[in-house]
């Protein structure tokens, strides 16, 4: 299961979350890429993820280490800094782009 909100020009992931009956077969990528493809239509550049955990999964799919100055102002105001959570973003451009990383994904 996964959530996606919607903040100005970006969407913030949360809850990706795939059973471990189902790890390693692609549907964390699948979930992702939806998402993904979600924010774009709707407007989104970027899509970003807050987590206290490791971001290993993320980084291997082309997201990058941001600062909170780098979240929606929207977004930015709500922020924990308590819970120190780690920040990452990617930007998302067109559809075409999202396939081609599909196509690229190591199962």
Do not use: H
Request: net charge positive; hydrophobic share 35%; charged share 30%.
């Amino acid at each position: 299961c996964a959530q996606l909100k919607r903040y100005e020009s970006s969407s913030e992931i949360g809850c990706l979350v795939v059973s471990k009956k189902f790890r390693g077969s692609g549907k964390g990528d699948a979930m992702l890429a939806y998402l993904e493809r979600v924010s774009l239509m709707s407007g989104g550049t970027s899509v970003f993820v807050l987590s206290t955990q490791t971001m290993q999964f993320f980084v291997e799919r082309g997201f990058q280490k941001v600062t909170v100055e780098s979240l929606p102002p929207s977004r930015r105001v709500n922020y924990d800094v308590k819970r120190n959570s780690k920040i990452y973003m990617k930007k998302i451009s067109d559809q075409r782009e999202i396939d081609a990383e599909e196509l690229l994904w190591d199962r």
